[in-house]
């Protein structure tokens, strides 16, 4: 007695509705997602003062291990930039912007500083 089926489901041949359906799918989402605006509509306040006091101040350390604060072109000693540092509001931002061939021990110094004085500390890197 041979009991075998002879009517087989084949699955190859109903796949490419369903590639259609997962498409048309993605293109639906695909224009939701672009109509979707998910910000608040906020009505901000007027800023007096000067923004830049409360901005962080950038400390930059070249290949030469030279400081300097933030667009400033003349190259600082360690003792100015601290002098200049200890002038800030607790809790101020410092960034810091090292070369990548800056001797580690110059940028470390610049950490020490901000924790004596309690100043947050951003390191900047390049993006990959």
């Given at each position: 007695?041979?009991f ?7 699955i190859e ?15 639906f ?5 672009t ?11 007027d800023?007096?003062?000067?923004p ?7 400390v ?5 291990n030279?400081y ?9 000693s ?11 509001e607790?809790?101020s931002?410092i ?16 950490i ?5 004085r ?11």
């Amino acid at each position: 007695m041979d009991f075998n089926s002879s009517n087989k489901i084949k699955i190859e041949d109903g796949m490419s509705s369903m590639t259609d359906l997962v498409f048309l799918l993605l293109i639906f989402f695909i224009i939701i997602s672009t109509l979707v605006n998910t910000s608040h509509n906020i009505d901000l306040p007027d800023g007096v003062g000067d923004p830049s006091l409360s901005s962080p101040v950038k400390v930059y350390i070249n290949n030469d291990n030279a400081y300097f604060i933030n667009s400033n072109q003349e190259e600082i000693s360690i003792t100015e930039l601290k002098d200049k540092l200890n002038k800030l509001e607790k809790k101020s931002t410092i960034e810091l912007l090292a070369d990548k061939d800056t001797d580690r021990r110059f940028a470390y110094q610049v950490i020490e500083i901000a924790k004596d004085r309690k100043l947050k500390v951003v390191i900047k890197t390049k993006g990959s």
